[in-house]
């Protein structure tokens, strides 16, 4: 899996509630999750997010409450990608079930800027920075994970018969 984008970044402890705030939980469309992502802690983020950028964040990401709408808002929102230094378990575990692709990075979000041009290859675990010329290593999923994201999740994997 390649994604190419630019980067939108956030700090440490990026919890689920201001991904996609509680008062929006009640409905699982997901245009208007996306309309809502992010806007507690970055107003901003809905009208300058385009398809394909790649979202960058510190330690912890995802903590909090263990809602689903969280990696669906942000997948919904346009985003292709997520590097974070670490990722909350229940969110990093809800990625994958809904497709939502996730990669651990510490020394790429360490050196990678706001607005940066990002190259990523999922199945080889490498970070490119377009912008800087850095590249990054990272290690990728095992290739049954993968599949499950690029099929776009745990459900659509199943219906397409390659997982029973």
Same mark, same amino acid.
């Given at each position: 899996m390649l994604f190419e984008g630019k980067v939108i970044k956030y700090g440490d402890n990026v919890d689920t509630d201001v991904i996609i705030p509680a008062r929006y939980l009640n409905t699982i469309d997901k245009k208007e999750l996306a309309a809502h992502c992010m806007e507690d802690l970055d107003a901003t983020f809905v009208n300058r997010v385009e398809d !394909?950028? @790649?979202?960058?964040? /510190? +330690? #912890?990401? /995802?903590? !909090? =409450?263990?809602?689903?709408?969280?990696? @669906?808002?942000? *997948?919904?929102? /346009? @985003? =292709? $990608?997520? @590097? %974070?230094k670490s990722f909350a378990r229940i969110f990093y575990r809800n990625s994958i079930n809904i497709g939502l692709p996730i990669i651990e990075c510490p020394e790429a979000v360490d %050196?990678?800027?706001? !607005?940066? *041009? $990002? *190259? %990523?290859d999922m199945d080889a675990g490498v970070? +490119? #920075? $377009?912008?800087? !010329?850095?590249? +990054? *290593?990272a290690e990728p999923f095992p290739a049954f994970i993968q599949e499950i994201i690029a099929t776009g999740g745990l459900i659509e994997s199943i219906k397409a018969g390659k997982i029973k």
């Open positions: !394909g950028d @790649i979202m960058v964040a /510190g +330690y #912890n990401f /995802g903590c !909090g =409450s263990s809602r689903e709408h969280a990696p @669906i808002a942000i *997948k919904a929102s /346009g @985003i =292709s $990608l997520v @590097i %974070a %050196a990678i800027s706001e !607005g940066d *041009k $990002l *190259k %990523a970070i +490119y #920075n $377009l912008t800087t !010329g850095d590249e +990054y *290593k």
